[in-house]
């Protein structure tokens, strides 16, 4: 990209400030408007409006505002109920779930038991923890409108897990009419019975997606607890803005034409931990893993040796700095279940976090039989946290001769073109990069990228790995901290083994809103807007 010459440098600023001006002016005038509302700048422009559809973290959002949950977890890791709660019979193989009272669709139709179990039946086919409970399931029907019963085939300890965990693809419940469209195509209306409802009309994909507070909605009693307790939204609308520019965003927080943003760049929060109105932190305590996965069907990634050849190419250290550069937000690991969980190792991780072994990739990659396929690599450049991976891989492989084709993208295109299983010459590609909360990658099961089921069920890239399927399936039976300790050394080093996909190290991502917003909660799915109140 050619840089503006200095003559031409004023009119980009006139023309900056103009438009910086027609933001406010319209932010402002929809705000007072609509009564209280918060404007976020989220990590990604909104597309897709199916939070079952895909794993990607702004579906999950979308989904935590327009839908709910039948249990959810609290801060200590404890399942509550939240629409319903539950008796386990004393053989451990029915678990009997009651929804509460109060539950309606916001089309006005009361929630069913009907309803519910078809969300879960369509859920169960493509999330990981959601198949391995699906396996385990002898039967799940209603009993009655307000009774769901599970029965299993043989006592599984991760049933209320399952059911309760706040990511990635998360069980949200939706009437059956929706829930009966195919996991593969999206849902045809966004009716849920959550605290938002969906402003359709108001929707603009790469400008706006607008929430209304739900007023029919009937919170539970608890006070609020990561993605449980009462969902009490204190505003009348929430608009996720879309703004591409980094900079332009941070200039909107600062200047009060925005009031949250997810995700801001690194190089910018001491300026805005600087300025008196702002507030940084956190929210997800756990951070993020993030990860290059490559794709198993076609050339040159189907072939194992061309795999090892690209992982000894790689090293964490570079891809963290790009993507980071303070090293107080990110931790160099190797570890495929989180550094400092109790599942934590460095089996296989090899010279991944020691600055790679390039002499060795490129003599692996000569005796691989690798034909100078060129590696389509998808870099999408509208999300801050995803920018930098695919960038400098992509130079680590051509060290060590592999041939890259580097295709600029956004990320909603990712998210749709990575569904392909088709060749490169019709859509398909070769390898991308994504990261996942460090809840949703934590032990073998709920780890859906671990997985081997291949073309079928499994994830983007559709690694087919017999081995780790069988590991999964043992940890999810295993009785003792001992026993899945070893079992989730065994997976890890068959992911290496194979290079089912390549871990590229631990982060934290800071949001930043202004000071007029109070309760905005933590947890590992966040940013959740119900408990957000907004001062005058």
């Not at 993605?227 to 591409?244: F, H, N």
């Not at 198993?296 to 990634?301: G, I, S, V, W």
């Not at 999810?476 to 001992?482: I, Q, R």
């Amino acid at each position: 990209m050619s840089h503006p010459s200095r003559r031409a440098l004023p009119g980009v600023a006139l023309s900056l400030a103009l438009s910086a001006f027609a933001l406010s002016t319209c932010l402002t005038s929809q705000a007072s408007a609509a009564g209280k509302t918060i404007s976020a700048v989220m990590h990604s422009d909104l597309r897709i409006l199916d939070p079952v559809m895909t794993t990607a973290y702004i579906q999950r959002d979308f989904g935590y505002m327009v839908f709910d949950t039948l249990l959810a977890t609290d801060e200590n890791f404890k399942i509550q109920p939240q629409m319903a709660d539950w008796k386990i019979s004393d053989d451990k193989l029915t678990y009997t779930f009651t929804l509460r009272d109060g539950l309606k669709w916001h089309d006005g139709a009361a929630v069913t038991a009907e309803d519910c179990v078809a969300s879960l039946k369509r859920w169960g086919k493509v999330d990981g923890m959601g198949q391995r409970l699906m396996e385990n399931t002898a039967a799940i029907e209603a009993a009655d409108p307000r009774t769901i019963v599970l029965k299993l085939k043989q006592p599984y300890g991760l049933v209320l897990e399952s059911l309760g965990k706040p990511s990635s693809v998360v069980p949200f419940m939706m009437p059956k009419r929706l829930a009966e469209t195919p996991p593969n195509q999206q849902i045809p209306e966004q009716i849920g019975s959550g605290p938002f409802k969906f402003v359709k009309a108001e929707f603009q994909p790469g400008v706006k997606a607008v929430f209304e507070r739900n007023t029919d909605y009937v919170p539970r009693k608890e006070p609020p607890s990561w993605t449980s307790g009462g969902k009490v939204v204190k505003v009348d609308r929430v608009e996720w803005i879309t703004m591409a520019d980094a900079q332009t965003a941070a200039n909107a927080l600062q200047s009060g034409d925005i009031d949250f943003i997810e995700n801001p760049p690194f190089e910018l929060l001491s300026a805005l931990e600087a300025h008196p109105d702002l507030k940084v932190e956190t929210l997800n305590k756990f951070g993020f893993v993030t990860m290059g996965r490559m794709n198993f069907l076609l050339p040159p990634f189907d072939n194992v040796k061309v795999r090892r050849a690209a992982l000894l190419a790689i090293h964490q250290k570079d891809v963290l700095d790009a993507l980071v550069g303070d090293p107080k937000y990110y931790q160099v690991c190797g570890a495929v279940f989180v550094c400092g969980t109790p599942l934590a190792s460095d089996v296989g991780v090899g010279d991944l976090t020691k600055g790679g072994n390039l002499a060795e990739a490129k003599k692996e990659l000569a005796a691989s039989g690798y034909d100078g396929t060129p590696i389509v690599i998808m870099a999408p450049g509208d999300v801050v946290t995803l920018k930098a991976q695919p960038v400098v891989v992509a130079q680590q492989l051509r060290e060590a001769g592999f041939k890259v084709d580097l295709q600029a993208t956004d990320w909603q295109t990712v998210v749709s073109r990575r569904t392909s299983q088709k060749p490169v010459s019709e859509g398909g590609w070769n390898m991308f990069f994504t990261n996942w909360a460090a809840a949703d990658v934590m032990n073998p099961v709920v780890n859906y990228s671990i997985g081997g089921k291949g073309r079928n069920g499994g994830w983007f890239g559709w690694s087919e790995d017999a081995r780790m399927e069988q590991i999964r399936d043992a940890f999810a039976h295993a009785t003792s901290p001992e026993e899945q300790k070893k079992l989730a050394g065994e997976a890890q080093k068959e992911l290496y083994d194979q290079v089912i996909y390549v871990p590229l190290g631990q982060y934290l991502a800071p949001s930043a809103w202004r000071k007029s917003l109070s309760g905005v909660l933590g947890g590992p799915a966040t940013p959740i807007f119900w408990n957000i109140d907004k001062s005058e």
